[in-house]
């Protein structure tokens, strides 16, 4: 069963923090995304990475960068966090011949003060 | 115009209702569509993908009409535990990204 996983489920920060949010999958799955989703909107991609080292910006990548220096790990992060990045954040992989089922991480509500 | 579009609901049916969603695209070019299903404060998961011919799950009924671009979700016999959100998929023309559409809510009463 495939299980992704992400490091907090509630996180709060201050306006200028930089803060790091970690995703983990353990299918060896090449694909992973980053989305945000907010009321109204929807889900959103910020970024996403098909290999080790690699990564392409989504929608709406200002603001935001990611590391992917295992293919198990992609990391979020967020230089100078804002309010208006007050959200929920949901990681999501995917095996690389498929771009159906993408199994998404439980989430973390970020709440920038 | 947004790429994908749904209606946002909420739907309250009454348990043992038939149940319709649909949902729009914009691009003619995609090639895949699938519907999630999201709980409340959960994360969303697969409910079916949406092939041309028309597929049945169970209850869950998903049908595609390129024509016109809408794909259709058809739940019967509906069950309190059908109650969640609906999210709309498609793939988008490039590399192995897909496009959410915000969602068709579902409430299921007794």
């Known amino acids: 069963d495939v299980k992704v996983t992400q490091s907090s489920r509630y996180l709060v920060k201050r306006t200028g923090e930089k803060v790091f949010l970690e995703c983990v999958q353990d299918?060896?799955?090449?694909?992973m995304f980053w989305y945000r989703q907010d009321p109204g909107l929807g889900l959103r991609l910020i970024y996403f990475?098909?290999?080790?080292?690699?990564?392409e910006k989504g929608d709406i990548p200002e603001g935001y960068s990611v590391s992917r220096e295992k293919k198990e790990r992609f990391s979020l992060i967020l230089e100078s966090a804002s309010t208006n990045q007050t959200s929920m954040y949901l990681c999501?992989?995917?095996?690389?011949?498929?771009?159906?089922?993408?199994?998404f991480g439980p989430g973390t509500r970020l709440t920038v003060l | 115009r947004k790429e994908v579009e749904q209606d946002p609901g909420p739907f309250n049916v009454p348990e043992g209702a038939t149940v319709a969603f649909n949902c729009t695209y914009s691009?003619?070019?995609?090639?895949?569509f699938f519907w999630y299903r999201q709980d409340c404060r959960k994360e969303p998961k697969l409910l079916m993908s949406?092939?041309?011919s028309g597929n049945e799950d169970g209850r869950f009924t998903a049908q595609l009409n390129r024509a016109s671009q809408y794909i259709s979700l058809l739940i019967r016999d509906s069950k309190l535990s059908d109650s969640a959100t609906y999210l709309c998929?498609?793939?988008?023309?490039?590399?192995?990204?897909?496009?959410f559409g915000t969602g068709t809510r579902l409430l299921v009463s007794p």
């Open positions: 999501a992989s995917t095996i690389q011949e498929s771009t159906d089922t993408q199994y």
């Open positions: 299918m060896d799955h090449e694909n």
């Open positions: 990475s098909y290999d080790v080292k690699m990564k």
């Open positions: 691009n003619s070019a995609s090639q895949s």
């Open positions: 949406v092939y041309s």
């Open positions: 998929v498609v793939n988008a023309v490039g590399f192995q990204k897909l496009v």
